[in-house]
């Protein structure tokens, strides 16, 4: 059911023990995901956060265990609590996960099925006809441009996975362009939508 929490104007809420993965991948966009992290959990959500080692150059791993209120994972032998498989579980017990910013990199691992960074290990145990998959794209007008980056883009969809972005607008390479990650708020919102219609 979606609504408006008094204090968070204009964010969507998710319904109490919603479970979500957010992956942070290595790009100057990852400081606007404390925003989303920090309101998804004010909204109702449990927030788990996975981080790629170069997302960790630009917000630590504390940041956002303090806003979750949950363990951080970087790597895919941390947290392991049990015998079983623990990209496996976590990828079980998901309502939703989304990649921001999601990065070209990140992105060419995902469209080739790579597992070699603890979110695309957990993403490749989620059954994307059941739980939405979101990416927010972040890069260079001239990375998002490239071929390569736009077959990418049509294979994740094609997979299942859902584009939210690129937007046009100012980047950190002090241009306008294309490739600028989508703002949290407008990421909840295509959360929501996506929950709503399954």
């Known amino acids: 059911m979606s609504g408006t929490h008094p ?8 319904e109490a023990g919603a479970r979500f993965l957010v992956g942070v991948t290595g790009g100057i966009a990852a400081y606007k995901t404390a925003t989303l992290v920090s309101r998804l959990v004010q ?8 981080m790629t080692p170069g997302a960790t150059k630009f ?10 209120g949950r363990p951080v994972y970087t790597s895919a032998w941390e947290h392991i609590e049990s015998h079983d498989p623990q990209h496996v579980s976590l990828a079980r017990s ?4 989304v990649v921001a910013p999601c990065t070209m990199d990140t992105m060419a691992r995902l469209a080739t099925g790579r597992t070699d960074d603890v979110i695309c290990l957990i993403l490749s145990a989620v059954d994307r006809s ?17 071929p390569s980056t736009q ?18 607008g100012w980047q950190a390479c002090r241009t306008m362009g294309s490739g600028r990650m989508s703002e949290p708020e407008h990421i909840a919102h295509a959360l929501r939508a996506s929950l709503d219609s399954r």
């Open 151 to 168: 077959r990418n883009a049509a294979q994740l969809q094609a997979d299942g996975f859902e584009l939210v972005g690129p937007e046009d």
């Open 94 to 97: 998901l309502t939703a996960a």
């Open 59 to 68: 917000v630590t791993p504390l940041t956002f265990q303090a806003l979750s």
């Open 43 to 50: 909204s109702g959500a449990e927030v788990t956060v996975a």
């Open 130 to 146: 059941k739980v939405p998959v979101l990416l927010a794209p972040a890069m260079n007008a001239a990375m998002w441009a490239q």
């Open 7 to 14: 204090t968070l104007s204009g964010w969507p809420t998710f």
